[in-house]
């Protein structure tokens, strides 16, 4: 069953089509990435289906419901992590996790269990109590993970997490985005062609807004190395739509 | 209802830069001191000049309060946070300005131990008081309306509270210039004018339209704040 639906999926900036009919669907699961080159469009996808930005034509359904006519309903079941992980960063990360649980209806018990579970899962015990100005990177977006999965979404969207992170948060990131998807649907974005290829099941490739092919990477992994496969593939065909 | 926990987080971010006491502490001081001179002057039981002076000093201060709300949180991308969390906008500008209201309560309310040294050293009328306390808190309100709007437009700090200061300074005189005008001109700006519909609060006069006035910039600065944040 899809998570997300995108259908026809549309964002103009005055003359200008920063995404143009966009339709996939994302199931249940499976970490889904966007790839393309900056400027493309992954982060304005991730900004309409997560409300931020509203559709010019198209739309986007999050388990069946619409993002623009139920958007508050539909943002319930997002979990999300902009890019650079913005933070409050005069707040306790326990503070601020317990602020951002609330805004999503939890409290009392099942907030300090939700908090106490995030906590655990990204790894951040030794920085409950920390000012999170003064964390590292990596602990910052840890946080922004954390704030993202307390309550328990049916879609998590992250965008461009690896950005900025040393090599071994990024495999620790891979890691923890696989261990994600087994609760829920991932949709991330990344520029970086290993990254998607290592942590997503499928992968859409976009272009000037357009969607260019939607590939599984998992299941032909057995065929091809999928480095140099899917290395091939979206230059190939980047490079062909921009030289046309 | 998330609107107290994010109130809370509005007042709490306030009262944690040191702005609002910056804020509070030059309001005070300056207030005090033309309280004590006056009085030792004048020799009149009366708040009317504190209330005035009030005035102009909200508009000196309220762009420093409401400058950071919306454009700092465009800056950090935080507001990025707000706006896909499940809240309606109407929450959010709601708890930004009941946080700016709290700060500009705060420093109005520690001027009344103005009122409380005439009470024990004279008798004030206290009409012109209640009323001037009411006209200071609606000229507030609406002061802090407005900076909202203009801090959701811009996502520098600076550019919100100078904006803020030139429009609070033609709104509050713009009656200067109706007077320069032909009729029905000049009636339409007088009706703009805040020091206009503050006057009669001050000197304790109250009427329903210059309450209705304040009401109106409240409610439309608050609409036009929600209308900025709109999802584009």
């Known amino acids: 069953m899809a998570v997300l639906s995108l259908d026809g999926l549309s964002k103009r900036y005055g003359a200008r089509l920063a995404v143009d009919r966009v339709s996939f669907e994302v199931r249940e699961r499976e970490v889904f990435g966007l790839l393309g080159p900056n400027g493309s469009g992954k982060s304005t996808i991730l900004r309409l289906v997560t409300g931020y930005l509203r559709p010019s034509a198209g739309t986007a359904r999050v388990a069946g419901i619409d993002v623009v006519l139920n958007g508050t309903l539909a943002r319930r079941r997002i979990g999300y992590v902009p890019e650079s992980a913005p933070l409050y960063g005069h707040m306790r990360v326990s503070e601020f996790l317990a602020f951002m649980g609330r805004m999503r209806g939890l409290k009392d018990q099942n907030l300090a269990r939700a908090i106490d579970g995030a906590v655990e899962r990204l790894g951040l015990g030794s920085v409950r109590e920390a000012i999170i100005e003064r964390l590292s990177h990596g602990y910052r977006q840890r946080v922004s993970v954390a704030q993202a999965v307390l309550h328990a979404p049916e879609l998590l969207v992250l965008d461009e997490p690896s950005n900025g992170l040393d090599p071994r948060q990024i495999i620790e990131l891979r890691g923890l985005l696989r261990q994600l998807a087994q609760n829920c649907a991932v949709l991330v974005t ?48 980047t490079q062909a739509k921009a030289i046309a | 209802m998330s609107l107290p926990t994010l109130t809370a987080k509005e007042v709490h971010a306030l009262f944690t830069s040191p702005i609002a006491y910056a804020v509070i502490a030059v309001f005070i001081v300056l207030s005090g001191y033309n309280f004590t001179v006056t009085l030792f002057l004048a020799k009149q039981a009366t708040l009317v000049h504190i209330f005035f002076q009030a005035a102009i000093q909200l508009i000196l201060l309220v762009p420093l309060i409401t400058m950071r709300q919306f454009a700092e949180e465009r800056r950090s991308g935080t507001l990025e946070l707000l706006l896909t969390a499940p809240l309606r906008e109407i929450e959010i500008v709601a708890a930004k300005f009941i946080a700016s209201m709290v700060v500009v309560a705060a420093m109005t309310s520690l001027t009344l131990i103005y009122a409380l040294l005439l009470a024990i050293y004279g008798q004030p009328d206290w009409g012109p008081i209640y009323s001037g306390y009411l006209g200071v808190l609606l000229l507030g309100a609406a002061l802090v309306s407005i900076g909202l709007m203009i801090s959701a437009l811009t996502a520098n700090q600076i550019v919100a509270a100078v904006v803020s200061l030139g429009l609070f300074g033609i709104l509050w005189a713009i009656d200067t210039l109706a007077a320069l005008l032909p009729q029905p001109f000049e009636n339409w700006l007088l009706g703009l004018s805040l020091l206009a519909h503050f006057t009669p609060f001050a000197v304790g006069a109250m009427y329903v339209s210059d309450f209705g006035f304040f009401l109106t910039v409240v409610l439309l600065g608050l609409f036009l704040t929600v209308r900025a944040l709109a999802r584009g």
């Open chain 1, 190 to 237: 990344s520029h970086i062609l290993a990254e998607i290829e290592r942590t997503a099941d499928r992968v859409a490739i976009l272009l000037d807004g357009k969607l260019l092919t939607v590939e599984e990477i998992r299941q032909e992994a057995t065929a091809a190395p999928p480095a140099s496969r899917l290395e091939a593939l979206f230059l190939d065909l």
